[in-house]
């Protein structure tokens, strides 16, 4: 779908888009909340500052999207890839990111307050900063994610899920890492 006609359907009250493509969509400060986007192709695209509220994103491909400062409060990200996408300062409070793939996202000062990651893998991810207050991160993989920072008061996790977790800055990036999806 071209990206005027899913901004006219939007905006003519269509909340329903499951399933599609707006690979490298430049959306950046769109307000999209309530948007039905479960399994849609994000992966590069800019939705920076985007109003994303109540969206439900299950299964979607968001691989290296930018949703710097987006508020994501609310949302469904069930099963969602977000391998090496940027979320710096985004607002995911009250999201349910179950087995999502953050595989080396950046999660710098991003706002999770009681967001449930049951079974998610934020291997490699950053979350310096970031405040997981009260956060579900049973069965989270952790392995050389980086916490430094990060507020985990209140928060459900497993003493075993920070092993190999780091806390310091190794300066690598993980951009080739690739998706499996099973949605």
Known sequence: ???????HQYAG?????????????KLSRMDLSGADLSGADLSGADLSRAKLKGCKLNCANLTDADLTGADLTGADLTDINLIGAD???????????HQA????????RAIMLGTSLIDADLSGADLSGANLRDA???GCN??????????????????SNLHETI???????????TWAGSC
Do not use: C, P, Y
């Open 142 to 159: 952790l392995d050389e994610a980086e916490i430094r920072g990060a507020d985990l008061s209140g928060t459900t996790i497993a003493q």
């Open 101 to 108: 793939d953050l595989r080396s996202a950046n999660l710098v």
């Open 167 to 177: 806390t310091h800055d190794t300066g690598l990036s993980h951009k080739w890492v």
């Open 87 to 97: 979320l710096i300062n985004a607002n995911l409070k009250g999201s349910t990111l």
């Open 136 to 138: 579900n991160l049973m």
């Open 1 to 7: 779908m071209d990206i005027k006609k899913f901004l």
């Open 13 to 25: 009250g269509e909340r329903n888009f499951q399933g599609v493509t707006l690979h490298q969509a």
